[in-house]
């Protein structure tokens, strides 16, 4: 069967840097999604994976292991307007997203 | 980044009349696109895949008599809600595959419903 799971909410001090982890579990794979929802908002894309390791964006990065079904988002320098949703996402043999439920990240002063 | 348009961004309704939904790749064609639903706290449902030129494909429990698909277009596809309900007040959000390199999904900025 397919499976994700994030921690449901997460909550970091402005300026510090925060590890949000995602697992999964999936026969057939395509890659691993980070997307950022803000509250009454639709997600925007963050970062994709499909091999394993490291990339960085900026003060965002995102990790993959595929061989742990295994991924984190990396945020560095926390900011006040990082306060949202986060949502992973694996994209399976067919092409089709599988959704995490999604980690809310509180972000105080 | 792809620019994907949805509209209206906010519609109420009466219970029982039909609400339209488009989503518009405006920058690049999308031969896919995707109708999510997402309930407050929760996270995105899929409903359905819609590709160009064919029938949509819908995600088991979602009635495709009620949410009507078409994509007429490579950058047009719409989702009507027919006879609307108050528990089909939703924030609903399409999103488009960008062809070629990553398999990324972008989203439109999403409508919310609401019926009376």
């Known amino acids: 069967g397919q499976n994700i799971d994030q921690p449901t909410e997460m909550t970091a001090t402005e300026g510090a840097i925060v590890q949000i982890n995602c697992t999964y579990q999936t026969s057939g794979f395509n890659g691993l999604f980070w997307y950022q929802q803000h509250a009454g908002e639709a997600p925007t894309f963050l970062s994709y994976?499909?091999l394993d390791g490291l990339e960085e964006k900026g003060r965002f990065s995102s990790f993959l292991s595929r061989s742990k079904g295994y991924s984190y988002l990396l945020l560095k320098e926390l900011q006040m307007k990082d306060s949202a949703s986060y949502l992973c996402a694996f994209m399976d043999s067919n092409y089709q997203l599988i959704w995490g439920a999604g980690t809310k990240l509180i972000i105080k002063p | 980044g792809a620019v994907v348009s949805q509209h209206p961004s906010r519609v109420i309704c009466k219970s029982g009349t039909s609400v339209k939904i488009e989503c518009r790749s405006l920058d690049f064609q999308a031969t896919t696109m995707f109708w999510y639903r997402q309930f407050p706290k929760q996270s995105l449902m899929l409903m359905a895949t819609?590709?160009?030129?064919?029938?949509?494909?819908?995600e088991q429990g979602v009635e495709k008599d009620k949410f009507l698909i078409n994509h007429a277009s490579l950058t047009l596809s719409t989702l009507t809600v027919t006879s609307a309900h108050p528990e089909d007040s939703s924030f609903y959000i399409c999103?488009?595959?960008?062809?070629?390199?990553?398999?990324?999904?972008?989203f439109g900025p999403g409508t919310r419903l609401l019926v009376l």
């Open positions: 999103s488009a595959r960008r062809p070629g390199g990553v398999e990324t999904q972008y």
């Open positions: 994976n499909v």
């Open positions: 819609s590709n160009e030129g064919s029938k949509a494909t819908y």
